[in-house]
């Protein structure tokens, strides 16, 4: 089992940058897929990005391709999601998943493990 927390999330300007973090406990966090996902307002869980338990593959969506980087640094058990060029509608709740395997899962419903999510306000 893994334990997920959030931080880094603020308010910032269209055009800035933010780096959001994912501290996990426990002594098995390389062998877990990370994905990030967010929430705006009355908008169902998108997925954001995801990468897997060697930080070797990573997936992206669309919206934030050539914008956002996930990385991870499993000897400190965290995880990142490196955010520029920042866009309004990029405002949403953000929030780390974990999921054990080699794999690297997309969808929200394959993630067992969830923090508790950080604000990312970007305005206009």
């Known amino acids: 089992q893994v334990q997920l927390v959030e931080s880094g999330g603020g308010l910032v300007q269209a055009g800035g940058s933010l780096r959001l973090s994912c501290a996990a406990s426990?002594?098995?966090?390389?062998?877990?897929?990370v994905g990030w996902f967010r929430q705006a307002r009355g908008k169902e869980r998108e997925s954001v990005a995801a990468i897997n338990w060697s930080g070797g593959v990573a997936y992206y969506a669309n919206s934030v391709k050539g914008r956002f980087t996930i990385s991870r640094d499993n000897a400190k058990n965290t995880a990142y999601l490196q955010m520029n060029s920042l866009k309004p509608e990029d405002t949403a709740v953000y929030y780390c998943?974990?999921?054990?395997?080699?794999?690297?899962?997309?969808?929200?419903?394959?993630?067992?493990?969830w923090g508790q999510g950080t604000q990312v306000t970007v305005s206009s």
């Open positions: 998943a974990a999921q054990s395997g080699l794999g690297l899962p997309a969808s929200r419903y394959e993630y067992n493990y």
């Open positions: 426990g002594h098995t966090f390389s062998t877990y897929a």
